[in-house]
């Protein structure tokens, strides 16, 4: 019988140990050990731009408009089939301690056609250090260095590149979403790889400018014409800037750009709790001054210590003050802009 047991447990344990993986499953330290691999290959490449040179190019393809052709064919059956064409736009540089490479996960790209054709943020690019490389690691494993920038548009926080690959799998740009329809997104927020979340299209909103933030010279980078964005629920955070937001054909109708947090109105709010038995410390305290104050005499140990010179700084007993403010707001809700289908076809398509 004990043999029969300890057969059972050791069969169980095998069953345990034995049991698959779900393939969608994310090895975030795998991601990060291959783009750092990747990197170091791409630094030593000196056909690859260095990232200051890729800025300037991004400056200088402002206002420039791509005649690609639409992506033909179904889009994504599932949310793991859409990740396939996601990828991590990731940062290599050197710090001041070391001659190594390092290496951080700046935001998130989606391929636009299947000859290495990304869209990304304007400021994902924007501040990237000058003699840093610029990379982008695919779904399968792969990392490419970003080798041009082809278009952008700064006030719309759109920026196309290209890498060395082809036979990716792209997406394709649709017609604008309505309000209240479905929206998915796979993004990279603070370094959770490929992380699915899904939400609706809340309203369009118009602004003749975005958010300071991207803004260097708001003078002259007003725009006469209105923007408009669309303000999606789905969830994303830092790292998730670029991601492409799709519809439920698999169809972009919008890309991740920035969050307005809403708060409740100021009001004041204790820092420090008031102790137990404050108020009754505080009403003996007043009546014992009042008191010694009378008399002349002093009331506590440290006044007698000083010889009743009560005015003197060191004389003085820190005595119990009320709980301190401040003005203190709490969030509310998270309106989350993205870019607009629309600037993404003009962009892309020249529509």
Known sequence: MKYCIVSILVACAAAIQAAPIPKSAVDD????????????TIAADASVPAAGALVQQLRQAEGKKLHLARPAGQGPATHDEAAESVAVVGIGYKCNKCPNWHMRSSGTAWIASSDGILVTNYHVLNNLPEDGRACVYL??????AIREVLASDKLRDVAVFRIGATGLRPLAVGPDAPVGSNLHLVSHPEGNFYMYT????????LRTAPNSQYTVDKNKSQRKEPIAWLVASCDYALGSSGGGIYNDNGEVVGMVSSTT??????????????PEGFEKSMIANQAAHAQNTATGEPNDALHKDAGNKTDAPEAREPEPSAARFQMMRHPQM???HCVAGYTLREILYGE
């Open 261 to 274: 947090t809403l708060y409740t109105p100021p009001r004041p709010a204790p820092v420090t709790p008031l």
């Open 139 to 144: 779904k399968n494993g792969q990392v490419h």
């Open 198 to 205: 899904g939400g609706f299209v809340q309203r369009y909103t």
């Open 334 to 336: 998270v309106l989350r």
């Open 29 to 40: 330290q795998d991601v990060n050990s291959r783009m750092l691999k990747g990197i170091e």
